[in-house]
């Protein structure tokens, strides 16, 4: 048995959990005390964190940024939310503010939407908010993007003006229709 299938089988009987146990996760005591789902999420956010760590310390920015848009692209494809208001973008911002308490500004005449996501916690269940670094919020300028070309039907430019995981009190984005 090689590495990679012992850190495999490892993983799925839940000594994850365990190794979690040695670098200091928040709230685990001892792998027995959590489920098994939980300590592999657990894991994956600490590995995630970490691969930002490393993707960002030996990556230009832009190229970060790229490759992080796009998996928030795929994200918003396959929740299809924005598919479903294609149109309706009135019916997307009502539907995402009793969703998530999400709050729309939209200017018709320049073409710009401001998002402001909700102040709490990051809703990514792939953020660890200790470890994860900022440049994965690219991820959810991804997602904008996605979900408001599919909504508009066109092309959008999607700035991220403020970050939970920079910091701020929560996520503002500012979209500008092509």
């Known amino acids: 048995m090689d590495r990679k299938e012992f850190l495999m089988r490892a993983c799925g009987l839940g000594v994850c959990g365990c ?25 994956a956010r600490y590995q995630l964190a970490k691969l930002l760590g490393a993707m960002v310390a030996g990556t230009p920015a832009e190229t970060c940024a790229g490759i992080l848009e796009q998996t928030g692209r795929e994200c918003a494809r396959l929740g299809q939310l924005g598919v479903r208001f294609k149109g309706n973008p009135e019916g997307y911002f009502a539907a995402a503010r009793q969703a998530w308490g999400t709050e729309f500004t939209w200017d018709r005449e320049k073409g710009v939407v401001t998002v402001a996501v909700a102040a709490g916690p990051c809703g990514c269940p792939l953020v660890d908010p200790k470890r994860t670094p900022s440049v994965w919020c690219n991820c959810s300028v991804g997602y904008q993007k996605e979900s408001f070309e599919a909504i508009f039907g066109r092309p959008v430019q999607a700035r991220l003006k403020e970050t939970k995981l920079a910091g701020g009190t929560r996520c503002i984005f500012e979209l500008t229709l092509c």
Request: net charge negative.
């Open 19 to 43: 190794a979690l146990n040695l670098i200091g996760s928040p709230g685990l005591v001892h792998a027995a005390d959590t489920p098994q789902e939980d300590q592999r999420l657990l894991f």
